[in-house]
């Protein structure tokens, strides 16, 4: 394994979550894919990218170590260009090793049979068009409670000074079934529930209130913006890698589909 790249505070990376919202923001020219196109100018280039994406969802904490992850189209419904994009950046076998290095081997270990899912590409290909980063998944073990996932972020906070972008992709509210019954519409209303919950987790962010963040999904407002955590929980692994002095910045902000909230939390 190499050695972990020293880096002055100054030198420090950025941790970010980003709403990704529907796959088709990859192929779009709207404001959300023109968004991540300003994401990826406005932070230093990283060495490496770690992503945890909401579509990795397990039982098991794993790491990609392919050298040439595929790029993964898990969804469906969708135009055959949307199919037939690919997203070819290199892996990079040794973070994954100090992945697991930081979280342990009895939590972590490498798996080689996934790549760059949705969550993960259809960002890094506006942000990052060149593909020329390299790029690590890390899952998201189902069986943990939140807390636990914050835990792990913390764990993962060295990477920043190696120069090592963390990036969360999710969403801040993900009900699929009110906007399937909003009928898939760009205009329809944003409910409150969606419109509170974005603003509670954005006032906690704030605060790096993370003992919040973590219980947050379980509130009423939370598991109606959740039915399922998935999508909630990469930002917890981007709130524990966050220090108590990080700036705290929402790059974007809005909802898409009415109740899909389309946050990016900048720390640092």
């Not at 697991?100 to 990052?128: I, K």
């Amino acid at each position: 394994m190499s050695e972990p790249t020293s880096a002055s505070p100054a030198a420090r990376m950025p941790v970010l979550f980003v709403g990704h919202g529907s796959p088709m923001n990859a192929i779009a020219d709207n404001r959300f894919s023109r968004a991540f196109q300003a994401l990826g100018k406005a932070v230093p280039r990283p060495r490496a990218i770690l992503s945890v994406s909401a579509h990795w969802f397990v039982p098991g904490t794993f790491l990609t170590d392919n050298l040439r992850p595929p790029t993964i189209h898990d969804f469906g419904g969708f135009p055959q260009s949307l199919f037939d994009m690919q997203y070819p950046a290199p892996g990079d076998p040794d973070l994954a090793r100090r992945v697991v290095a930081l979280l342990g081997a009895a939590t972590a270990s490498l798996r080689g049979d996934w790549g760059l899912d949705h969550g993960t590409w259809t960002v890094l290909h506006h942000a990052f068009p060149g593909a020329d980063v390299p790029v690590v998944q890390l899952s998201i073990d189902s069986r943990l409670p939140p807390s636990g996932h914050l835990l792990l972020g913390q764990a993962l906070a060295p990477l920043r000074d190696e120069g090592v972008l963390i990036l969360g992709s999710g969403n801040i509210t993900h009900n699929l079934a009110h906007v399937f019954s909003q009928g898939f519409r760009d205009d329809a209303p944003t409910p409150d529930w969606a419109d509170a919950f974005d603003a509670d987790v954005a006032r906690a962010c704030e605060r790096h209130d993370g003992a919040h963040l973590a219980r947050a999904i379980d509130l009423e407002d939370g598991r109606m913006s959740h039915p399922t955590p998935d999508h909630y929980l990469p930002l917890l692994y981007v709130a524990g890698a966050a220090a108590p002095g990080d700036a705290v910045t929402f790059p974007i902000t809005g909802f898409d589909l009415g109740s899909l909230s389309m946050r990016a939390v900048r720390f640092g």
